[in-house]
Protein backbone atom coordinates (compact mmCIF):
# COMPACT_ATOMS: atom_id res chain seq x y z
CA UNK A 1 0.00 0.00 0.00
CA UNK A 2 1.64 3.22 -1.00
CA UNK A 3 1.80 6.04 1.63
CA UNK A 4 2.91 8.53 -0.79
CA UNK A 5 1.34 8.86 -3.76
CA UNK A 6 1.97 11.00 -6.69
CA UNK A 7 -1.07 10.26 -9.15
CA UNK A 8 0.05 11.76 -12.77
CA UNK A 9 2.85 9.99 -13.72
CA UNK A 10 3.19 12.46 -16.48
CA UNK A 11 2.98 16.65 -16.69
CA UNK A 12 3.61 18.49 -20.15
CA UNK A 13 3.64 22.30 -19.52
CA UNK A 14 4.46 25.57 -22.21
CA UNK A 15 8.12 27.43 -21.09
CA UNK A 16 6.96 30.27 -19.05
CA UNK A 17 3.43 28.72 -17.47
CA UNK A 18 3.07 27.13 -13.98
CA UNK A 19 3.76 23.40 -13.18
CA UNK A 20 2.06 22.14 -10.58
CA UNK A 21 3.12 18.69 -9.00
CA UNK A 22 0.63 16.88 -6.90
CA UNK A 23 1.55 14.68 -4.26
CA UNK A 24 -0.76 12.41 -1.59
CA UNK A 25 0.14 10.48 1.69
CA UNK A 26 -1.85 8.97 3.98
CA UNK A 27 0.25 8.46 7.06
CA UNK A 28 -0.64 11.37 9.94
CA UNK A 29 2.67 10.77 11.31
CA UNK A 30 4.55 11.87 8.19
CA UNK A 31 5.59 15.46 9.62
CA UNK A 32 8.37 16.20 7.22
CA UNK A 33 8.79 16.76 3.14
CA UNK A 34 10.80 17.20 0.36
CA UNK A 35 10.71 16.93 -3.05
CA UNK A 36 13.66 15.84 -5.43
CA UNK A 37 13.95 15.87 -8.93
CA UNK A 38 15.97 13.57 -11.03
CA UNK A 39 17.32 13.87 -14.53
CA UNK A 40 18.38 10.84 -16.79
CA UNK A 41 21.08 8.59 -15.76
CA UNK A 42 21.77 10.71 -12.58
CA UNK A 43 20.76 10.60 -9.16
CA UNK A 44 17.86 12.66 -7.46
CA UNK A 45 18.84 16.20 -6.27
CA UNK A 46 17.00 17.86 -3.31
CA UNK A 47 14.86 20.71 -4.57
CA UNK A 48 12.85 21.71 -1.62
CA UNK A 49 11.20 20.60 1.71
CA UNK A 50 8.56 21.53 3.99
CA UNK A 51 7.61 21.20 7.52
CA UNK A 52 4.23 20.23 8.91
CA UNK A 53 4.16 23.19 11.32
CA UNK A 54 4.41 25.41 7.82
CA UNK A 55 2.20 25.55 5.19
CA UNK A 56 4.31 27.20 2.50
CA UNK A 57 7.86 27.20 1.81
CA UNK A 58 9.15 29.28 -1.26
CA UNK A 59 12.97 29.17 -2.80
CA UNK A 60 13.33 31.27 -5.66
CA UNK A 61 11.02 29.77 -9.01
CA UNK A 62 9.77 26.94 -6.54
CA UNK A 63 6.84 26.84 -3.97
CA UNK A 64 5.76 24.00 -1.97
CA UNK A 65 2.30 24.15 -0.46
CA UNK A 66 1.19 22.03 2.24
CA UNK A 67 -2.64 21.19 2.92
CA UNK A 68 -2.80 18.94 6.84
CA UNK A 69 -5.71 17.99 6.53
CA UNK A 70 -6.36 16.97 3.14
CA UNK A 71 -2.96 15.11 3.44
CA UNK A 72 -1.74 16.99 -0.14
CA UNK A 73 1.18 18.68 -0.47
CA UNK A 74 2.04 20.76 -4.34
CA UNK A 75 5.07 22.15 -5.69
CA UNK A 76 4.74 24.76 -7.98
CA UNK A 77 7.19 26.11 -10.45
CA UNK A 78 6.96 29.91 -11.89
CA UNK A 79 8.14 30.49 -14.76
CA UNK A 80 8.96 26.91 -16.00
CA UNK A 81 11.53 26.43 -17.77
CA UNK A 82 12.70 23.64 -20.67
CA UNK A 83 15.77 22.83 -18.22
CA UNK A 84 13.06 21.96 -15.14
CA UNK A 85 12.52 19.18 -17.57
CA UNK A 86 13.19 16.17 -15.44
CA UNK A 87 11.25 13.61 -12.73
CA UNK A 88 10.18 15.07 -9.92
CA UNK A 89 9.73 12.88 -6.68
CA UNK A 90 7.48 13.75 -3.40
CA UNK A 91 9.09 11.93 -0.48
CA UNK A 92 8.02 12.00 3.44
CA UNK A 93 9.29 11.31 6.86
CA UNK A 94 7.60 10.67 9.95
CA UNK A 95 8.94 12.51 13.03
CA UNK A 96 12.48 11.29 14.69
CA UNK A 97 12.34 8.96 11.54
CA UNK A 98 15.51 9.31 9.00
CA UNK A 99 14.19 6.72 6.55
CA UNK A 100 11.51 8.82 4.10
CA UNK A 101 8.96 6.76 1.86
CA UNK A 102 9.20 8.09 -1.35
CA UNK A 103 6.40 8.29 -4.42
CA UNK A 104 6.84 6.71 -7.53
CA UNK A 105 7.09 10.16 -9.16
CA UNK A 106 5.94 12.66 -11.89
CA UNK A 107 7.82 13.85 -15.31
CA UNK A 108 7.96 17.11 -16.52
CA UNK A 109 8.29 18.57 -19.45
CA UNK A 110 8.58 21.84 -20.08
CA UNK A 111 7.77 22.63 -23.87
CA UNK A 112 10.18 25.40 -25.58
CA UNK B 1 33.18 18.94 -2.38
CA UNK B 2 33.17 15.42 -4.18
CA UNK B 3 29.72 13.54 -4.26
CA UNK B 4 28.15 10.59 -3.36
CA UNK B 5 29.94 8.16 -5.82
CA UNK B 6 29.17 5.13 -7.06
CA UNK B 7 30.62 1.99 -8.86
CA UNK B 8 30.41 0.13 -11.27
CA UNK B 9 27.47 2.98 -13.01
CA UNK B 10 26.69 -0.41 -15.00
CA UNK B 11 26.88 -4.27 -14.75
CA UNK B 12 25.28 -6.83 -16.43
CA UNK B 13 25.40 -10.19 -15.08
CA UNK B 14 24.07 -13.94 -15.59
CA UNK B 15 21.19 -15.24 -13.02
CA UNK B 16 22.69 -16.78 -10.29
CA UNK B 17 25.95 -14.94 -10.15
CA UNK B 18 27.08 -12.54 -7.38
CA UNK B 19 27.32 -9.21 -7.44
CA UNK B 20 28.80 -6.39 -5.15
CA UNK B 21 28.23 -2.72 -5.87
CA UNK B 22 30.09 -0.10 -4.04
CA UNK B 23 28.92 3.09 -2.67
CA UNK B 24 31.48 6.22 -1.43
CA UNK B 25 29.64 8.90 0.70
CA UNK B 26 30.50 12.16 0.88
CA UNK B 27 33.11 12.00 3.61
CA UNK B 28 31.80 13.27 7.01
CA UNK B 29 28.25 12.02 6.48
CA UNK B 30 26.77 10.11 9.08
CA UNK B 31 24.15 8.12 7.16
CA UNK B 32 23.95 6.41 4.33
CA UNK B 33 21.25 4.47 2.71
CA UNK B 34 20.59 1.91 -0.45
CA UNK B 35 18.05 2.52 -2.71
CA UNK B 36 16.63 0.36 -5.57
CA UNK B 37 14.65 1.78 -8.22
CA UNK B 38 12.35 -0.27 -11.08
CA UNK B 39 11.58 0.62 -13.64
CA UNK B 40 8.32 2.67 -13.63
CA UNK B 41 8.64 2.67 -9.71
CA UNK B 42 9.73 4.64 -7.11
CA UNK B 43 12.50 4.55 -4.57
CA UNK B 44 12.75 1.38 -2.83
CA UNK B 45 14.12 1.46 0.43
CA UNK B 46 16.69 -1.15 1.50
CA UNK B 47 19.14 -0.53 4.37
CA UNK B 48 20.33 2.54 6.67
CA UNK B 49 23.38 2.66 8.64
CA UNK B 50 23.76 5.51 10.70
CA UNK B 51 27.19 6.01 12.27
CA UNK B 52 28.27 3.15 14.45
CA UNK B 53 24.55 1.83 15.16
CA UNK B 54 23.42 -1.70 14.01
CA UNK B 55 21.46 -1.37 10.20
CA UNK B 56 18.40 -0.89 9.46
CA UNK B 57 17.88 -3.62 7.45
CA UNK B 58 14.06 -3.63 7.08
CA UNK B 59 14.03 -3.01 3.43
CA UNK B 60 15.95 -6.02 2.20
CA UNK B 61 13.81 -7.74 -0.10
CA UNK B 62 15.06 -10.93 0.87
CA UNK B 63 17.92 -12.58 2.79
CA UNK B 64 20.24 -12.91 -0.63
CA UNK B 65 20.52 -8.82 -0.04
CA UNK B 66 23.54 -7.81 2.13
CA UNK B 67 25.43 -4.58 2.62
CA UNK B 68 28.22 -3.54 4.89
CA UNK B 69 29.53 -0.22 5.58
CA UNK B 70 33.28 -0.25 6.60
CA UNK B 71 34.49 2.44 8.84
CA UNK B 72 31.92 4.35 8.46
CA UNK B 73 32.59 5.12 4.95
CA UNK B 74 32.35 3.60 2.33
CA UNK B 75 29.37 0.48 1.91
CA UNK B 76 28.84 -2.20 -0.17
CA UNK B 77 25.50 -3.82 -1.01
CA UNK B 78 25.75 -7.60 -1.88
CA UNK B 79 23.15 -9.79 -3.83
CA UNK B 80 24.13 -13.14 -3.92
CA UNK B 81 22.37 -15.66 -6.75
CA UNK B 82 21.14 -13.16 -8.54
CA UNK B 83 17.69 -13.19 -10.23
CA UNK B 84 15.88 -11.17 -13.33
CA UNK B 85 13.99 -9.49 -11.13
CA UNK B 86 16.92 -7.97 -9.51
CA UNK B 87 17.68 -5.92 -12.59
CA UNK B 88 17.09 -2.36 -11.57
CA UNK B 89 19.01 0.96 -10.49
CA UNK B 90 20.64 0.59 -7.38
CA UNK B 91 20.99 4.37 -5.46
CA UNK B 92 23.31 5.08 -2.85
CA UNK B 93 22.48 8.52 -0.50
CA UNK B 94 23.98 9.95 2.30
CA UNK B 95 23.18 12.67 4.94
CA UNK B 96 25.09 14.68 7.16
CA UNK B 97 23.39 14.65 10.41
CA UNK B 98 20.41 13.36 12.32
CA UNK B 99 19.46 17.37 12.31
CA UNK B 100 19.19 17.15 8.09
CA UNK B 101 16.77 15.40 5.85
CA UNK B 102 18.28 16.32 2.90
CA UNK B 103 19.89 13.35 1.59
CA UNK B 104 22.65 13.35 -1.24
CA UNK B 105 22.72 10.53 -4.02
CA UNK B 106 24.84 9.02 -6.08
CA UNK B 107 24.32 8.61 -9.63
CA UNK B 108 23.33 4.94 -9.33
CA UNK B 109 24.31 1.21 -10.48
CA UNK B 110 22.23 0.00 -13.22
CA UNK B 111 21.98 -3.63 -12.49
CA UNK B 112 21.21 -5.96 -15.61
CA UNK B 113 20.46 -9.78 -15.04
CA UNK B 114 20.47 -11.63 -17.94
Known amino acids: DQQVKQNSPSLSVQEGRISILNCDYT??????FLWYKKYPAEGPTFLIS?????DKNEDGRFTVFLNKSAKHLSLHIVPSQPGDSAVYFC???????????FGRGTSLIVHP | GAGVSQSPSNKVTEKGKDVELRCDPI?????LYWYRQSLGQGLEFLIY????????KSGLPSDRFSAERTGGSVSTLTIQRTQQEDSAVYLCASLADRGSYEQYFGPGTRLTVT
Open chain 1, 27 to 32: NSMFDY
Open chain 1, 50 to 54: ISSIK
Open chain 2, 27 to 31: SGHTA
Open chain 2, 49 to 56: FQGNSAPD
Open chain 1, 91 to 101: AASARGSYIPT
